[in-house]
Nanobody, 121 residues
Framework: QVQLVESGGGSVQSSGSLRLSCAASGYIYSMAWFRQAPGKEREGLAAIDRDGRTTYADSVKGRFTVSQDNAKNTLYLQMNNLKPEDTAMYYC??????????????????WGQGTQVTVSS
């Protein structure tokens, strides 16, 4: 069983930045960040596999950067130029298969507890 522990959420003003972290226990091949705003479906934002290949949703491309430290089994999400519409609960996810490939998002096996990001205008 893989456990994921997120940190780094909070409140920020529009155009500000935040960095999320997610520490994983156990072997995983692919990790990703998802978010869910009230009344909306959960959406995939950024994924990275163990070889460093990344996938981004159009809504965050150019503003968010996903990275990982394989030695620490830790995933990061650097979020710049945040907008009020980025307000949501952000979730770390992991799997032993690719979570995103060729533009398609697949269901992860493991989820973190979520961390709230609130962007005010």
């Amino acid at each position: 069983q893989v456990q994921l522990v997120e940190s780094g959420g909070g409140s920020v003003q529009s155009s500000g930045s935040l960095r999320l972290s997610c520490a994983a226990s156990g072997y995983i091949y692919s990790m990703a960040w998802f978010r869910q705003a009230p009344g909306k479906e959960r959406e995939g934002l950024a994924a990275i596999d163990r070889d460093g290949r990344t996938t981004y949703a159009d809504s965050v491309k150019g503003r968010f950067t996903v990275s990982q430290d394989n030695a620490k089994n830790t995933l990061y999400l650097q979020m710049n130029n945040l907008k009020p519409e980025d307000t949501a609960m952000y979730y770390c996810a992991a799997a032993i298969h690719p979570i995103a490939s060729r533009g398609t998002w697949h269901q992860p096996l493991y989820w973190g507890q979520g961390t709230q990001v609130t962007v005010s205008s």
